[in-house]
């Protein structure tokens, strides 16, 4: 008896060793993306415009590359990895994503893709309103070849399984159908979606657990917007305290990747999330200290 609780004792221990150390600024992340639209349109949607002051607004956020899919790429593995279309890629398993770095530190996460057929589907689109292009998990051969990660690509319905649990992972991606994200609608139709998803959840003790949500859109409508300028709003009750202000630092969906690695002490990918493009977002650089860098002379990001 006496050993066998030493035994377990010292598994404890050796497993909270190996546990990252708290979050900087919030235990869970939901990451959820919209389709196509410039700010402009978004910051003045009626819908958009009741969400913000219960956030945080980065007004200074930026999409990467036309058409969708290069921005989900990028979003989750530091690179568009010479993705240039919608088409299906199939990313050599050498390519290392946000996945690798939360994995190495005991932190979960999951994918959440609304009407996705199976767990780990990897078709192209199915005759629903699920769309391969928006589901950049399962293009990083690191995890589609992967069993064990590909289980945690799942259908949107394990959301609220995983929320009524208290069972929310670390890091969570959240893509909305064709027409809830706004891409096969208006983002009027997807304000609306987005309100009435949130709304329940900003006030569920199960979700706000330090819960950081941030909402963005994958690209700009108007491909002559060099900048490819959207709208990104953070919300969830790890902005508790500085809801209703603007944070106008240059960002960009590398942001995404280099806001989880410094708020968890993950490392980097040493790709597009180091370096001016991938600056943190203040509500998590402002605890660590991390520097973030003066962006004056935005670059082209719409190739
Ligand atoms: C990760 O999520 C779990 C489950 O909600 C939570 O207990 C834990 O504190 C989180 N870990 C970190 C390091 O934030
Ligand atoms: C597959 O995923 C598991 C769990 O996520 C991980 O421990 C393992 O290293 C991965 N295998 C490869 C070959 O990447
Ligand atoms: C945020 O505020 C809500 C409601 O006032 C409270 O229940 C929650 O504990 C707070 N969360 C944090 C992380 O401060």
């Known amino acids: 008896m006496l050993f066998k609780k030493f035994a377990s004792l010292t598994l404890l221990a050796a497993t909270a060793f190996a546990q990252a150390p708290k979050g900087a600024a919030f235990d869970h992340i939901v990451i959820i993306f919209l389709e196509n639209t410039d700010y402009a349109l978004a910051s003045t949607d009626s819908y958009f415009q009741a969400l913000i002051p219960q956030g945080i607004l980065l007004d200074n956020y930026h999409g990467l590359a036309h ?3 290069p921005n989900y790429i990028a979003s989750i593995g530091g690179s568009t990895h010479s993705v240039t279309s919608d088409s299906t890629y199939n990313l050599s398993p050498s390519y290392s994503t946000i996945v690798d770095l939360l994995e190495a530190k005991q932190l979960t996460w999951k994918t959440y893709q609304e009407n996705i057929p199976s767990v780990c589907y990897t078709g192209s689109s199915s005759s629903s309103l699920y769309y391969r292009k928006h589901n950049p998990f399962v293009s990083y051969g690191s995890i589609y070849k992967n069993s064990t990660r590909c289980k945690n690509v799942v259908s949107a319905t394990q959301f609220t399984t995983d929320v009524n649990n208290g069972a929310l992972p670390n890091y969570s991606f959240y893509t909305p159908n064709i027409k809830n994200d706004g891409h096969d609608t208006t983002v009027a139709y997807a304000g ?3 309100t009435g998803f949130l709304t329940p959840l900003l006030s569920n ?7 950081l949500v941030v909402v963005t859109f994958d690209e700009a409508e108007d491909y002559s917007d060099t900048t490819n300028h959207v709208l990104a709003l953070l919300l969830g009750d790890a902005v508790n305290g500085t809801a209703n202000t ?13 806001t989880v690695e410094n708020n968890w002490g993950l490392g980097n990918l040493n790709l597009g999330d180091v370096g001016q493009l991938g600056n943190v977002f ?3 650089a402002s605890k660590t200290g991390y520097q973030n860098v003066a962006v004056t002379n935005p670059p082209p990001l719409n190739n």
């Open 246 to 258: 603007v944070d106008s630092t240059y960002y960009t969906h590398y942001s995404l990747i280099s």
């Open 205 to 211: 003790s199960n979700f706000m657990k330090n819960t």
């Open 67 to 69: 058409p969708s899919q």
């Open 192 to 194: 609306q979606w987005l």
């Open 282 to 284: 203040n509500l998590v």
